[in-house]
C-alpha cells in the first residue's frame, strides 16, 4: 500500500492550497484518513481527519478555515486550506487506517506548505 499526497507549495498568507492523498495497493477498505503536519522543532500535530462515514475532526487552530473531504471510490482524502496563516508552515502528511487482511496504519511521504507573510 501507498500514500500519495500532492498539492503543497509556496503561498502568500490569506491565500489557498488543496492537498491531496491517493492510497493505492492491496486494499479492502479504509477506515479513517486524515492530515498531520510538523513544523521545524515541532511535534507532528494532527490538523484534520475523516471516517469512510463522513465524521470529521479539525484541530482548533484550523477550524473554519481547513475543510478535510475524501472520495471513497477514488481512494483519496483531500484537504482544502483557506485563510492561510504563516504558522500554516510545515511538512504536512497524510495518514491512511487501511484494512487489507488486518488492519495497519500508513503514511505518505509528506508534501511541504510554506506560507509568506
Known amino acids: 500500500v501507498q500514500l500519495q499526497a500532492s498539492g503543497g507549495g509556496l503561498v502568500q498568507a490569506g491565500g489557498s492550497l488543496r492537498l491531496s492523498c491517493a492510497a493505492s495497493?492491496?486494499?479492502?477498505?479504509?477506515?479513517?484518513m486524515g492530515w498531520y503536519r510538523q513544523a521545524p522543532g515541532k511535534q507532528r500535530e494532527l490538523v484534520a481527519d475523516?471516517?469512510?462515514?463522513?465524521?470529521?475532526y479539525y484541530a482548533d487552530s484550523v477550524k473554519g478555515r481547513f475543510t478535510i473531504s475524501r472520495d471513497n471510490a477514488k481512494n483519496t482524502v483531500y484537504l482544502q486550506m483557506n485563510s492561510l496563516k504563516p504558522e500554516d508552515t510545515a511538512v504536512y502528511y497524510c495518514n491512511a487506517e487501511i484494512i487489507f487482511v488486518r488492519s495497519r496504519e500508513y503514511w505518505g511521504q509528506g508534501t511541504q506548505v510554506t506560507v509568506s507573510s
Open positions: 475523516i471516517t469512510s462515514g463522513g465524521t470529521t
Open positions: 495497493g492491496s486494499i479492502f477498505t479504509i477506515n479513517v
